[in-house]
């Protein structure tokens, strides 16, 4: 990943997906009658709207490229964070709707930290290594949730 606006493209489609998947999960939980995660679910899905929106603000001064889903540079032909959500039905238990939205993050956090580490670019480093920070803050979150329900 050598250029910002590559970069702010892959940023806005992951977090564009986290936060679909986040309230899917919120739904799920819903389903459950488990309000306490669903708000978790509502709580993350707001944060990955707001990392959204700076993706967009940050590649609001510039030309962004347009991609075709074939065009994107993810590590497994899918955003990191919807590789893990095929799992997402009404019929979740909290258990299975926390270890995907854990997955997800691990995922999304893993993308970023190899963009920070394998990008000659320092701009596109130091935006990625602030986002594999927020991410990080997700998985610490995510882990001691899970660790409550295990």
């Known amino acids: ?61 510039q030309s962004l490229p347009e991609l075709a889903p074939g065009e994107f540079q993810w590590p497994d032909d899918m955003t990191p964070e919807a590789a893990s959500w095929h799992g997402v039905d009404a019929g979740l238990d909290v258990l299975g709707a926390l270890q995907l939205a854990l997955a997800g993050e ?22 990625s290594s602030s986002f594999a920070l927020e991410e990080a803050q997700h998985v610490t979150e995510l882990e001691r949730w899970l660790a409550r329900y295990t």
């Open 106 to 127: 691990r995922s999304g956090h893993d993308y970023y930290a190899t963009v920070a580490r394998t990008t000659p670019d320092p701009e596109v480093r130091a935006m």
């Open 1 to 61: 990943m050598d250029s910002v606006s590559l970069f702010l493209v892959h940023a806005i489609q992951l977090e564009r997906d986290a936060a679909r998947r986040f309230e899917d999960l919120m739904h799920s939980m819903q389903t459950a009658g488990n309000r306490e995660v669903e708000g978790l679910f509502r709580r993350l899905g707001e944060l990955s709207r707001m990392h959204l929106r700076s993706a967009m603000a940050r590649g609001g001064f």
